[in-house]
Each structure stands twice: as structure tokens, then as C-alpha cells.
């Protein structure tokens, strides 16, 4: 069964600098997102992007944050200059998008650890 | 406002017993998705109702859905211990692609 599938599974990194999450979403689905959990907390929608744009987005996806479709298999979010407040489990999501109801099927999810 | 809150935070059964958690959301919605999500690992999404149905099975799962009270309940029946894991509902609001998750409920079953 098709999976959406996520890279690295674990990222440290130092406060301030880039880190690109990739993603490579399930292959026939038009809509991709993502979602942030921090530790003991609600899962957290970012964004989603569908025909190479940037479709909705969050209060939390504030210019630090960009996503990227370099390629016809990946997606990308990529923050600037982390924080600490960045550490958290980073999920991938994608969705059919022919129409309502239209289920997302999440990823393994990276854990971000910023120090 | 919260969106998506689940009853009881946590459960612990034991094996072959009914687990029930119920979850409450403010907004009109167009669907409720119940996810599970085991400890570290990604949320796997177990099923969908939408507002204008009141009830739906997938195997050992029962959804419920009230939208007058704007609550739902999962219960999962004949509990496993596989099923030890954190459960969250997750609406869609009207007009919008992302999904609102609550806190999650942490279902513990013993063997």
C-alpha cells in the first residue's frame, strides 16, 4: 500500500540554523501539507500547497518557514533560522483532492531537536 | 476556542474489554477523522464520518456522531493490547484543507 514516507527520522540541529525536511508524498495525491506536534501537544496544521503554490497556511508559518515541490516526488519545508521553540515532531501529510471528504495520510513524522 | 477535545485524557483497560472516548469540537464541520498514533511514530488514519451521518463501523471500530451536541465517540470493541496508543479526533471546518486535531487520548491495554 502507497505510504507517504519522510527524511530524516530524527534532525538535530544548532539554534539559527537552516534545516530542509523532505517528503516525498503518495504519488497519485495533489494536495500535500504539513503539521507540527510539539512534545505533549496538539498536532498543529502549517500548511498546504496544492498546484505548486501555497494553497493555506497557519499563524505559525511565519517567514522563517518556506515549502518547496523541487521535483515531481518531493516536498519540502525548510526553516530559515530555527529556534528553540522549532523542536517538534514534523509530520507530512497528502491527499487525494478530488473532492470532499478527502482523508490525509500522514508520515512517519521527523523529529526536530534545536540546541 | 478548542476544537476537538477528547475524553478521557487516559484510559487503561484490559485486554478484551470496549474502549470509548469521546471527543467535542466548537465549529460546524464537514467530516470528523479519527487517527491513532503510536508512541514516536506517525498518525495512521482510522476512519472518517461525515456531519451528515450519524454512525459508521470499520471492524472492531464504532463512530458515532452527533452534530446537535457537536461531539463524537470512537469505541473500539474487544480491545488488544496492539491497540495500546494515543487516539485523536481531527475535524475539517467548512472552507478550510486543514484538519484541527484535539489533544489526543492515550489508551492503555493491559494483556
Known amino acids: 500500500e502507497p505510504e507517504v514516507t519522510q527524511t530524516p527520522s530524527h534532525q538535530v540541529t544548532q539554534m539559527g540554523q537552516e534545516v530542509i525536511l523532505r517528503c516525498v508524498p503518495i504519488s497519485n495525491h495533489l494536495y500535500f501539507y504539513w503539521y507540527r506536534q510539539i512534545l505533549g501537544q496538539k498536532v498543529e496544521f502549517l500548511v498546504s500547497f496544492y498546484n505548486n503554490e501555497i494553497s493555506e497556511k497557519s499563524e505559525i508559518f511565519d517567514d522563517q518557514f518556506s515549502v518547496e515541490r523541487p521535483d515531481g516526488s518531493n516536498f519540502t519545508l525548510k526553516i530559515r533560522s530555527t529556534k528553540l521553540e522549532d523542536s517538534a515532531m514534523y509530520f507530512c501529510?497528502?491527499?487525494?483532492?478530488?473532492?470532499?471528504?478527502?482523508?490525509?495520510?500522514f508520515g512517519p513524522g521527523t523529529r526536530l531537536t534545536v540546541l | 476556542s478548542q476544537q476537538g477535545e477528547e475524553d478521557p485524557q487516559a484510559l487503561s483497560i484490559q485486554e478484551g474489554e470496549n474502549a470509548t472516548m469521546n471527543c467535542s469540537y466548537k465549529?460546524?464541520?464537514?467530516?470528523l477523522q479519527w487517527y491513532r498514533q503510536n508512541s514516536g511514530r506517525g498518525l495512521v488514519h482510522l476512519i472518517l464520518?461525515?456531519?451528515?451521518?450519524r454512525e459508521k463501523h470499520s471492524g472492531r471500530l464504532r463512530v458515532t456522531l452527533d452534530t446537535s451536541k457537536k461531539s463524537s465517540s470512537l469505541l473500539i470493541t474487544a480491545s488488544r493490547a496492539a491497540d495500546t496508543a494515543s487516539y485523536f479526533c481531527?475535524?475539517?471546518?467548512?472552507?478550510?484543507?486543514?484538519?484541527?486535531f484535539g489533544k489526543g487520548m492515550k489508551l492503555t491495554v493491559n494483556p
Open positions: 481531527a475535524t475539517d471546518p467548512g472552507g478550510s484543507e486543514k484538519l484541527v
Open positions: 501529510a497528502s491527499s487525494r483532492g478530488l473532492g470532499r471528504p478527502d482523508t490525509q495520510y
Open positions: 464520518i461525515r456531519s451528515n451521518e
Open positions: 465549529t460546524s464541520i464537514n467530516n
